[in-house]
């Protein structure tokens, strides 16, 4: 088995008989919670990186500016203030994306907690129920672990919504960073 770090309960779902995860959950995608947080942790260093990157530029493009009269300063300082605010939005971007990344974390790793509990809860009861069945009970027995199953698929399911509803959100926030795009595409002009 391969070495599990510490936040990761994906490993236990392996305790869960296989017979019954596979018909219950279906296939459970390879999740790996510490790669995830480090793709956070990543992400928001490059963030940090570029707020101290801007202002350094912001700082030593005011002492150019200083240098320079008329026109020209005027161009620099523009040109100066159009860097600055692309590596602001982009340091908001990887910021974003790193908090994306610790959401997903966290949310597959309630969801692996859920599943695993679940899937104890429906051992027991898969051992209750072959007891009521011998005794006549075999009907609830069925009820009972059709309700449990339902229970773990609505869990997986909604890791994947929750998964897709961060993501989307996530790509609105870097859209609205972005803004209008100010390029304007000429229409093609008619062959002659």
């Given at each position: 088995m391969p070495e599990q770090q510490p936040g990761d309960a994906s490993h236990l779902l392996a305790e869960v008989?296989?017979?019954?995860?596979?018909?219950?959950?279906?296939?459970?995608?390879?999740?790996?919670?510490?790669?995830m947080r480090g793709n956070g942790d990543a992400y928001m260093?490059?963030?940090?990186?570029?707020?101290?990157?801007?202002?350094?530029?912001e700082a030593r493009g005011?002492?150019?500016?200083?240098?320079?009269?008329?026109?020209?300063?005027?161009?620099?300082?523009?040109?100066n203030r159009s860097v600055v605010k692309a590596m602001r939005d982009q340091a908001?971007?990887?910021e974003g994306l790193g908090r994306q990344c610790y959401d997903t974390a966290d949310a597959t790793l309630e969801v692996q907690h859920q599943l695993i509990v679940t899937g104890i809860i429906l051992g027991a009861q898969l051992a209750y129920d072959a007891l009521l069945?011998?005794?006549?009970?075999?009907?609830?027995?069925?009820?009972?672990?059709?309700?449990?199953?339902?229970?773990?698929?609505?869990?997986v399911e909604q890791l994947a919504v929750r998964t897709g509803e961060e993501a989307a959100a996530g790509a609105v926030r870097r859209a609205a960073l972005r803004g209008p795009s100010t390029r304007r595409r000429s229409a093609p002009s008619p062959a002659a």
């Open positions: 008989p296989g017979a019954v995860r596979d018909l219950v959950i279906g296939h459970w995608p390879a999740t790996s919670v510490p790669g260093r490059a963030s940090a990186d570029l707020k101290n990157s801007a202002d350094e530029y005011a002492l150019a500016e200083q240098a320079l009269t008329g026109a020209s300063r005027e161009g620099l300082a523009q040109r908001a971007v990887c069945f011998f005794q006549g009970g075999g009907l609830k027995a069925l009820n009972d672990r059709i309700a449990a199953e339902v229970a773990m698929r609505e869990a």
